[in-house]
T-cell receptor
Framework: KAGVTQTPRYLIKTRGQQVTLSCSPI?????VSWYQQTPGQGLQFLFEYFSETQRNKGNFPGRFSGRQFSNSRSEMNVSTLELGDSALYLC????????????FGPGTRLTVL | ELKVEQNPLFLSMQEGKNYTIYCNYSTTSDRLYWYRQDPGKSLESLFVLLSNGAVKQEGRLMASLDTKARLSTLHITAAVHDLSATYFCAVDGINAGNMLTFGGGTRLMVKP
């Protein structure tokens, strides 16, 4: 089975711009979660989508948003970028067995200048 | 609010030695996960622990869970250089869906 894929892998933006990141889950997985990883704050949950609905949301400002399509692919958007948004953004899809293990994609490294 | 703490944050050890990483969490949890992250890479799933007393082993790594103490341990036996990585525990709180709360990570360096 192919793993979780994320595009693009690297992105450089300037303050004030917006960015859209994409995630394709493992085939058959319907839940997609997004996490932000920074050296200072570690790994933090952004939001989770299941069947095109946001099911959980972390403690991030409204500039961070997401959506999920009918094929379970997900996008997250960050508007009005700030320097502090520089991070590795990880997408995970959740196994459909009893373990609910989340399998992570390779991440998108976002640098805001 | 669920909090997850790992210690130590950094661990330098010699090949062949044993050591344990600890993961404490603050509230009742459904599940506890261990992940490995190599530098510049994503997270690789190692173990999922679902119930009190659960023990999982893979190669030189063994994870256990004590839900009463809200403690999980990741024990490394006879470390080898290939185990050098950052290890994270993550907890899935009760009724939290798939929202994982991660510990701060333990950076493990195994020296030859």
């Amino acid at each position: 089975k192919a793993g979780v894929t994320q595009t693009p892998r690297y992105l450089i933006k300037t303050r004030g711009q917006q960015v859209t990141l994409s995630c394709s889950p493992i085939s058959g997985h319907r839940s997609v979660s997004w996490y932000q990883q920074t050296p200072g704050q570690g790994l933090q949950f952004l939001f989770e989508y299941f069947s095109e609905t946001q099911r959980n949301k972390g403690n991030f400002p409204g500039r961070f948003s997401g959506r999920q399509f009918s094929n379970s692919r997900s996008e997250m958007n960050v508007s009005t970028l700030e320097l502090g948004d520089s991070a590795l953004y990880l997408c995970a899809s959740t196994a459909t067995d009893y373990t609910d293990t989340q399998y992570f994609g390779p991440g998108t490294r976002l640098t805001v200048l | 609010e669920l909090k997850v703490e790992q210690n130590p944050l950094f661990l330098s050890m010699q090949e062949g030695k044993n050591y344990t990483i600890y993961c404490n969490y603050s509230t009742t949890s459904d599940r506890l996960y261990w992940y490995r992250q190599d530098p510049g890479k994503s997270l690789e799933s190692l173990f999922v622990l679902l119930s009190n007393g659960a023990v999982k082993q893979e190669g030189r790594l063994m994870a256990s869970l004590d839900t009463k103490a809200r403690l999980s341990t990741l024990h490394i036996t006879a470390a080898v250089h290939d185990l050098s990585a950052t290890y994270f525990c993550a907890v899935d709180g009760i009724n939290a869906g798939n929202m994982l709360t991660f510990g701060g990570g333990t950076r493990l360096m195994v020296k030859p």
